[in-house]
């Protein structure tokens, strides 16, 4: 008998403010046609003037317990990746604990930026397997828009605010790689990259909260080759291969990265699931919402094999792999 973390609920909620490439053109020297060439972005969100990171983790939830069938009561953790918090402190997961009117279990945020889903499900699978927790909320959200130097149009035009959520739920399993849940993880950072993205300001540095800075052409190099390397070795750990993927679900950041990731390991595009054109870069919230968009689609359905894969500043990567 194996314990598997199994998906029980999907969810998400973007701001209601779309903003077209186009009105960019009316600030900065760019075009519509140059942002969807480079990133195949054509819209994001944007979070309302005092909205907060935690109201899109919230509402990303409830409707991801109301997939589940779930109350939040129910819950052991509730683990929030962001980094673009409400506040300094407390974390963003205990103000959805008290959001959702519960007092049940424990919960906490995890940082690794973009890569920030990713770590968070490894770390929720970590809790159901080691028996501290039977049910866990893992949720991404950001609100980006409140990190970006408008006047960089090298960053502004690419990210986005939003928030996804799953609802894992213990079950056991025959251990092998037909049972349905999370099936292996593969994590990675190295922290010399540390220039190439990164957000100049913070609490012990220069007390503000700063503006993200980016090295664009070399992220994408690093990014092309190690998501397609740590997506090969979480495959090869939970004893499958590419071949058997249902669907890719990437860290949603630059289209011409996820369809370069995709060609790496010889999957056709028609099985990677892709709402970067309607999202942007939503950082830790981009795989999940695109996990709920894919299953709302009726892309994603139940025992679909499924390689989640991200990198962000750190830089941290990392993969996933689940049977739906
Ligand atoms: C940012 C990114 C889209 C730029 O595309 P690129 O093809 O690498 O373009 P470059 O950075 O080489 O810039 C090419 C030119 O476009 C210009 N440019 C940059 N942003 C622009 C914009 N919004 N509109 C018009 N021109 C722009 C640059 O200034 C540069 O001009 P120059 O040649 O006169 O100096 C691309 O590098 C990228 O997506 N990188 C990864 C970013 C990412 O996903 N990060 C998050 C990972 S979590």
Request: net charge negative.
């Amino acid at each position: 008998m194996t314990i598997r973390a199994v998906v029980r609920g999907v969810g998400h909620y973007l701001p209601e403010r779309v903003v077209p490439n186009s009105e960019f053109e009316a600030t900065i020297d760019t075009s519509d046609e140059w942002i969807r060439s480079r990133s195949g972005i054509e819209r994001r969100h944007f979070a309302a003037e005092g909205q907060t990171t935690s109201d899109l983790a919230i509402r990303a939830a409830q409707a991801a317990l109301a997939d589940a069938g779930m109350s939040a009561d129910q819950l052991d953790a509730i683990v929030v990746a962001t980094s673009t918090p409400d506040f300094t402190f407390p974390s963003v997961a205990t103000m959805v604990q008290a959001g959702l009117g519960t007092t049940s279990g424990f919960a906490y945020d995890v940082q690794a930026v973009c890569a920030g889903f990713v770590f968070a499900l490894a770390n929720a699978n970590g809790l159901i397997l080691s028996g501290q927790a039977r049910r866990v909320l893992v949720i991404g959200a950001e609100t980006f828009s409140r990190i970006m130097d408008w006047t960089d149009r090298g960053t502004c035009v690419l990210f986005g605010d939003g928030a996804g959520a799953l609802v894992l739920e213990a079950e056991e399993g025959a251990g092998t790689s037909d049972d349905r849940g999370i099936l292996s993880v593969d994590l990675h950072s190295d922290g010399r990259y540390r220039d190439l993205l990164y957000v100049d300001g913070g609490v012990s540095s220069n007390g503000q909260a700063g503006y993200l800075r980016m090295q664009g052409n070399a992220v994408f190099k690093h990014a092309v080759q190690k998501l397609a390397e740590t997506a090969h070795t979480a495959l090869e750990k939970a004893g499958v291969s590419a071949g058997d993927v249902a669907w890719i679900v990437p860290h949603q950041a630059n289209l011409r990265i996820i369809s370069a990731t995709a060609e790496r390991m010889q999957v056709s595009m028609d099985r990677v699931v892709v709402t970067v054109q309607d999202h942007g870069n939503t950082s830790a919230a981009s795989i999940p919402l695109a996990l709920s968009v894919g299953k709302a689609r009726g892309q994603i359905k139940t025992g679909d094999l499924i390689v989640t894969e991200a990198i962000g500043g750190g830089l941290a990567w990392g993969a996933v792999v689940l049977r739906w």
